[in-house]
T-cell receptor, first 112, second 112 residues
């Protein structure tokens, strides 16, 4: 089975902290994605990557950066966390742009 | 990607068929219809996708109207574990990195 894992299920950080969210997939997928999910707003794409060291901005990249040094790992970085970044963060991967995306369990981040 | 419209919520009796509608009146000829679902506190899960022919897999059936302006996801024998938010997504088969645009979805409650 495809497995997408995320480093934490729950995370609490303080305003101004640097936050790293890690995502690992074990199926050699080329494409990886970071979404955030908020009540009433649904899932929104933050960044995606279609190859190692490649990244593309999604719909809401402001305040975030990403890193993909290895094919299996895609990290989301909040350089200076703010309270409006409190959200559920979901990572996904796919073997091609047309194939189904496999999602991780999500990380619920609270910024105080 | 075309916009979709779904009812915000639906109920279904356990063991009965659940029919979830989706309107996508602005769909273009090379856009596919995808369905995902999200069970509470989990990441979204792919269900099925199609272009213009009806599709069936072990989870569900997808019925697309001849003019492709609407579709219906059918869960033939709903169980309590099918309680989830169901998302209908219309997207190009080969689109920008494979990103998905999620709407608000339909919250399906399967009741005993």
């Amino acid at each position: 089975d495809v497995k997408v894992t995320q480093s934490s299920r729950y995370l609490v950080k303080r305003t101004g902290e640097k936050v790293f969210l890690e995502c690992v997939q074990d199926m050699d997928h080329e494409n990886m994605f970071w979404y955030r999910q908020d009540p009433g707003l649904g899932l929104r794409l933050i960044y995606f990557s279609y190859d190692v060291k490649m990244k593309e901005k999604g719909d809401i990249p402001e305040g975030y950066s990403v890193s993909r040094e290895k094919k299996e790992r895609f990290s989301l970085i909040l350089e200076s966390a703010s309270t409006n970044q409190t959200s559920m963060y979901l990572c996904a991967s796919t073997t091609g742009s047309y194939n189904e995306q496999f999602f991780g369990p999500g990380t619920r981040l609270t910024v105080l | 990607d075309a916009k979709t419209t779904q009812p915000p919520s639906m109920d279904c009796a356990e063991g009965r068929a659940a029919n979830l509608p989706c309107n996508h009146s602005t769909i273009s000829g090379n856009e596919y219809v995808y369905w995902y679902r999200q069970i509470h506190s989990q990441g979204p899960q792919y269900i099925i996708h199609g272009l213009k022919n009806n599709e069936t897999n072990e989870m569900a059936s997808l019925i697309i109207t001849e003019d492709r302006k609407s579709s219906t996801l059918i869960l033939p024998h709903a169980t309590l574990r099918d309680t989830a938010v169901y998302y209908c997504i219309v997207r190009l088969f080969y689109n920008q990195g494979g990103k998905l645009i999620f709407g608000q979805g339909t919250e399906l409650s399967v009741k005993p």
